[in-house]
């Protein structure tokens, strides 16, 4: 019905309709779809919750005497970060951990700071410890280093994420008589709790499930700030089973994203400890998607009910290769609090935030309203078929 360039000129004249995907659900409870296809223009999709795989890199800028940091051994807050660029160019993961810290303790108050809190930090303006020791060159004589940094004085700082935004997650359930504690969090003995991380139907790649407008060079909210799709994200599953309505079942696919740090707010970016396990970065995500024609609309109306995440025992499946399902619940259900496995009736939460998703969805909305953010065409498409994670193959040394 329209194109995306159309549509942008309707974002720079400001009369672009613009709604949130909990608004189209309520909308199309009223409205026939061509109704909502004529009025409607853009439908903003949000997620916001823990994703391990990000990073920053930055640019320090030359010190005098100059020193060479590449090759050397680099800690922010005592935290590590990989200095394996050239002279002054750094990589910080988001689940760094002191190199002093507890690695294996389950108990309350480990792991309480690492990579991801100093990436919230520099987002927040504070003050980071930086130390270096390396070898001196005859052009780079310095050889060690101790000083603040801050984002206002560093050249470049990007987020760089190599996979955010799953497609569909597990649902994490404990058949043991044991707690165990996991990247998704602590799991009570005999089915006592279940755990998932999905903001379900306000998804983005939920809401888009085959890739029809979301791929590379596609402009989305990123931690406050804009940011952009620049490839496919690692593990990425082409073909992942499917229900009637298209929707995957499992854990599909996923983006790798990149965006300017100066840029992003401390609400959309934000530490995270999780007990047993380590540190991570909770990242908001938006995408604003173009409504341009029925099959559009018709993947944009998916509902709750309609998606399927896979249960999954994290005592034993999950430590090993191959996990089995256990069964599939929807997210309404998971929403409601509870969901029934095995008979049993048991407590459902989530790592996904959708106060904060609803408040992406909005913000995005508004930027789109306001003229401040224009839609992208994709310039090149995520695997569509035979792409799927493989397992490592162990090869004894």
Not at 59 to 72: A, C, E, Q
Request: net charge positive.
């Amino acid at each position: 019905m329209r194109s995306i360039q159309e549509i942008n000129e309707k974002i720079k004249k400001k009369e672009a309709v613009v709604i949130t995907k909990e608004e189209l659900l309520a909308l199309a409870e009223e409205k026939s779809s061509r109704q909502l296809l004529e009025e409607i223009d853009v439908v903003t999709t949000a997620t916001f919750g823990p994703m391990c795989s990000s990073g920053i890199y930055f640019n320090i800028g030359h010190t005098s005497p100059k020193i060479k940091l590449g090759g050397g051994k680099v800690t922010l807050n005592n935290v590590p970060a990989y200095a394996a660029f050239a002279a002054a160019d750094l990589f910080l993961g988001a689940s760094a951990l002191p190199e002093d810290g507890p690695r294996n303790s389950v108990y309350p108050g480990k792991f309480s700071y690492g990579g991801g809190h100093i990436i919230e930090d520099l987002v927040a303006g504070k003050d980071i410890v930086l130390e270096a020791f390396t070898y001196g060159t005859d052009c780079y004589p310095r050889r060690s280093l101790q000083s603040y940094v801050n984002i206002k004085d560093l050249n470049e700082a990007n987020l760089f994420n190599i996979r955010n935004a799953y497609q569909n997650y597990n649902v994490a359930v404990n058949s043991s008589s044991r707690i165990i504690y996991t990247y998704m969090g602590m799991l009570r003995p005999e089915f006592g709790n279940a755990t998932f991380s999905s903001a379900g139907c306000l998804s983005p790649l939920l809401c888009d499930p085959y890739f029809r407008h979301i791929g590379i060079g596609t402009r989305l909210f990123l931690g406050g700030g804009v940011g952009y799709v620049v490839w496919w994200g690692t593990q990425f599953n082409a073909s992942p089973p499917r229900s009637d309505k298209g929707v995957p079942q499992e854990a599909g696919g996923s983006i790798a994203v990149i965006g300017d740090l100066k840029q992003m707010s401390k609400e959309f970016i934000r530490g995270a400890s999780i007990q047993g396990y380590g540190v991570s970065l909770a990242v908001g995500i938006g995408v604003a998607l173009p409504l341009t024609d029925e099959e559009t609309l018709k993947y944009l109306l998916v509902k709750d009910e309609d998606i399927y995440a896979p249960v999954v025992d994290y005592a034993y499946d999950y430590p090993n290769r191959r996990e089995k399902v256990l069964a599939k619940v929807s997210y309404r259900d998971l929403k409601s609090g509870r969901i029934i496995l095995k008979g049993k009736e048991i407590p459902a939460s989530s790592f996904s935030s959708l106060r904060k998703a609803r408040q992406i969805m909005k913000e995005l909305k508004e930027w789109i309203k306001e003229g401040r953010f224009l839609l992208t065409e994709k310039v090149g498409d995520f695997p569509r078929t035979g792409h799927a994670p493989r397992p490592f193959k162990e090869r004894p040394l």
